[in-house]
C-alpha cells in the first residue's frame, strides 16, 4: 500500500509535492509582493496630487471669497483626470450677520459671541445653481474633501495579502481655509 506513492525511481512523493509547493510560494511572492509595493506607490503619488489640487482650490475659494461654477467645474475635471471617480464635500461655515435675539451681544467681533451658519454640499449647490455664485464673507470658514470612490489595485492585492484591510480607501484629502 506504501508503493502507491512513490514515483518510477521508488522515490517518496511527498518531497516532489514541498518542491512543486515551494516554488509557486516563491513565484507568488517574487511577483505579488513587489507588485503591491508599486501599487502602494502609485496610490501615495495620487494621494500628494489630489491633496495638492484640493489646497489650490481651497486656497482660490479663500482669497477670492466666492465659490462659482467655473472653478468648480475646472476642480472636478483635474480630478476625473487621475482616472478615479470622486465624492467631493464641501461645507462652510459662515459667521451669521444678523444674531438678532439670539444673544444679548449683537457686535460681530467680540469673541465668542459670534453665531454660524454651517451649510453643507447640497445646500451650496443649491446656490450654484440658483445663482452661479455661492459668494462668502471674510471670516467665513470653506473646508473641501474628496475621497476615491473606486477600488485600487493597491486596495485589492492588501485584500489578498491581509484579508479584512483591502476595502477602504487610503487616497483621501481634505483641506480648510478662513476667506481673507
Known sequence: MVERFKNE?????????????????VAL?????PLLNVAES????????VQTLVDEFTTIIAERGE???????????????LNFHWNIELEV???DDNPGKKVVVTTSDAI?????????TEQIMNGLDAYGVYSLEVGDIVSVT?????????????GFFTPGTGGT????????????
Open 9 to 25: 525511481r521508488g522515490e517518496a512523493m511527498g518531497a516532489t509535492i514541498i518542491t512543486i509547493t515551494a516554488i509557486v510560494l
Open 29 to 33: 511572492l517574487l511577483f505579488l509582493y
Open 42 to 49: 502609485d496610490e501615495n503619488i495620487i494621494g500628494l496630487d
Open 67 to 81: 465659490i462659482n461654477q467655473r472653478d468648480l467645474d475646472m476642480f472636478v475635471e483635474q480630478l476625473l483626470a
Open 93 to 95: 461655515i459662515a459667521l
Open 112 to 120: 465668542g459671541e459670534n453665531l454660524t451658519i454651517t451649510q453643507f
Open 146 to 158: 474628496v475621497n476615491n470612490t473606486n477600488r485600487t489595485m493597491g486596495e485589492i492585492l492588501r
Open 169 to 180: 480607501s487610503r487616497i483621501r484629502a481634505s483641506a480648510t481655509r478662513m476667506v481673507t
